[in-house]
């Protein structure tokens, strides 16, 4: 377990970038269909939805691993004057179950939202993958 030194001192655990890059990756994925479109919606989501399924499987693997949780002190400041993101053995478990069925879902929606040929630009797959 993480001593209360450690939370006190503001120390981020080994690992707890992952935590960021599981809050970042989803909305740099929005960001990125905002910018490049319709068209290329569906192949952005194809790489980021086994991208966070892996990175969730990485933090459940470090959580498990050591038996302590990963902690990541946002701006360096400790709670409560800063933000911490926290992922202990029941948080992590929950955020593999999200990734599952996230990525599950949104790889067997690709077939509904698909853009039919011989049209250059469609609203639906963009509003699927950022929403």
Request: aromatic share 8%; glycine share 14%.
């Amino acid at each position: 377990m993480m001593s209360d030194s450690a939370v006190l001192s503001g120390a981020t655990t080994s690992g707890g970038f992952l935590l960021v890059l599981a809050v970042g990756l989803p909305t740099a994925g929005m960001l990125l269909s905002l910018a490049l479109g319709g068209r290329l919606t569906g192949r952005t989501a194809q790489f980021l939805l086994p991208a966070g399924l892996g990175l969730a499987f990485a933090i459940v693997a470090g959580v498990w691993r050591t038996g302590d949780s990963r902690v990541y002190f946002l701006g360096g400041w400790a709670p409560p004057l800063g933000l911490a993101l926290r992922a202990d053995g029941l948080s992590a478990a929950m955020l593999v179950t999200t990734a599952i069925v996230v990525c599950a879902t949104g790889l067997y929606a690709r077939a509904a939202f698909r853009i039919p040929p011989g049209i250059s630009e469609a609203r639906a797959p963009l509003v699927f993958g950022c929403c």
